[in-house]
């Protein structure tokens, strides 16, 4: 077996050291490369070589427990999504540890630490960070790692997600097809892979539509706060003020119809508010918002089987399955046609 690691890490260029901290899943621990650990795992997966720690965790009895680590309980998103990926554990016999990374990529990496400490049995998680690799070297150490709603472009991880590229589409071209130019987009976690799909689908959808003009992307997180200060400031100019906003998360939506509300617009007679994700106390609101719905109960139940699988396999095989889920339109009473047009 040392025989083999030298192999790599000659192969690899790099000493048998930092190959053995890579492939003991420490390479972030001692600071080494994402170049030099993606090419010492990658060559590891073709010699086959399996570490004595791996080895033995392969080998472990099954502790009847799976760790979840989302970015923020207190979403109604990824609360949702909490509750049927318990439910599925619970149907299988198993204890889910919940874990809170409240966006944070530091206290996200030292919840997977602690999960792996527990020796749980596998791992569904929503990224905070755009950081695969210690992910990638639990997965590779025998713990099944499950990425949902966010994933890595570049890494073969298993996830499922929306097509947010194409919600976000057909959300602002339903905009501009009810009169809509000024159209403001205001944005959640920047290296989000939601975000950043749903930012190419809107910016995609203006230029297509002669828009590019009017293109205005405002935001930073995925909360109601940055949803009402980013709108606040919106409003402030009455010469430049979009007739719609399109607010990339619930959270986002629910401050930005705060700030209008305290400027004394009225929605959609003043200004037309279209929201990405669904949940059900927005049918309850005045109006009713339109949004872009995420099956996701579908998303959870489909995590939980391919962690699942994963764990119930008898082989060592770790096929990739990336799946993307079709989002679906709700119209409601917050989008109409802009007030100008209302009364021409």
């Known amino acids: 077996m040392k025989q083999s690691l030298t192999k790599i890490a000659e192969e690899a ?3 048998v050291s930092t190959a053995s901290r890579i492939m003991s899943g420490k390479a ?4 080494i490369g994402s170049e030099t650990t993606a090419k010492v795992l990658e060559i590891a997966r073709r010699q086959g070589y399996t570490p004595r720690n791996v080895a033995h965790s392969l080998r472990k009895e099954k502790t009847y427990t799976i760790g979840l680590i989302l970015p ?6 990824f609360a949702e999504m909490a509750s049927v990926i318990i439910s599925a554990a619970y149907a299988k016999g198993y204890t889910a540890f919940v874990m809170d990374a409240m966006e944070d990529g530091e206290r996200f990496h030292e919840g997977l630490d602690r999960m792996v400490s527990r020796n749980v049995d596998g791992i569904i998680a929503v990224p905070c960070s755009n950081n695969p690799i210690p992910l990638e070297n639990v997965d590779f150490s025998g713990t099944p790692v499950i990425l949902a709603d966010r994933f890595f472009r570049q890494s073969t991880l298993s996830y499922v997600t929306t097509n947010n590229y194409i919600g976000s589409s057909q959300a602002t071209s339903e905009i501009i097809q009810r009169g809509h130019r000024k159209i403001a987009c205001i944005q959640g976690a920047l290296d989000s892979t939601p975000n950043i799909e749903r930012v190419r689908g809107y910016r995609e959808a203006m230029e297509k539509a002669g828009c ?5 992307i405002r935001g930073n997180e995925f909360s109601i706060q940055n949803g009402y200060l980013e709108t606040k400031v919106l409003l402030d100019s009455e010469e430049k003020r979009p ?3 399109f607010a990339l998360s619930n959270t986002i939506c629910m401050g930005a119809m705060k700030a209008i509300r305290e400027s004394g617009l009225r929605i959609p007679e003043d200004i037309s508010l279209v929201s990405f994700d669904d949940y059900e106390y ?4 005045e109006p009713a918002i339109t949004r872009v719905s995420q099956p996701v109960e579908d998303m959870g139940k489909m995590c939980a089987k391919l962690l699942f699988d994963r764990i119930d396999s008898a082989t060592e095989e770790k096929a990739s399955t ?6 679906s339109l709700i119209l409601r009473g917050s ?3 802009p007030s100008h047009t209302r009364s021409e």
């Open 335 to 337: 989008l109409a046609a």
């Open 72 to 77: 923020s309980i207190s979403n109604p998103f």
């Open 212 to 216: 590019r003009d009017f293109i205005s």
């Open 13 to 15: 260029g790099c000493s």
């Open 282 to 285: 927005m049918d309850l609101m």
């Open 243 to 245: 007739t719609a906003i």
């Open 28 to 31: 972030q621990k001692y600071r």
């Open 322 to 327: 990336q799946i993307r889920l079709s989002p």
